[in-house]
Nanobody, 115 residues
């Protein structure tokens, strides 16, 4: 089992910044990637950014150049630095930890960007 806990959401004005954190615990050695997904109101959950254990990153086109995903292996923590936030970034953000055949999800953290 793997547990993931997010933190760092909140309310910010357009153009502002937030940093989300996701701490993983449990059977973390079997995790090969972690990432952030988001679910805007009334829409499906979508990938925002992901990072593998080797450091390879992947971003949604809508956040490239504005968001940066990083990891601290010593702390088993993944971060999402979000800059130049837009109202359309408003969503519940979920941390994901991926094993070969299982996905683990956090409970989500709300990010609201006001115009």
């Amino acid at each position: 089992q793997v547990q993931v806990v997010e933190s760092g959401g909140g309310l910010v004005q357009a153009g502002g910044s937030l940093r989300l954190s996701c701490a993983a615990s449990g059977r973390i050695r079997s995790i090969y990637a972690m990432g952030w997904y988001r679910q805007p109101p009334g829409k499906q959950r979508e990938l925002v950014a992901a990072i593998t254990t080797g450091g390879t990153t992947n971003y949604a086109a809508s956040v490239k150049g504005r968001f940066t995903i990083s990891r601290d292996n010593a702390k088993n923590t993944v971060y999402l630095q979000m800059n130049s936030l837009k109202p359309e970034d408003t969503a519940v953000y979920y941390c994901n930890a991926r094993q070969v055949s299982i996905d683990y999800w956090g409970q989500g953290t709300q990010v609201t960007v006001s115009s």
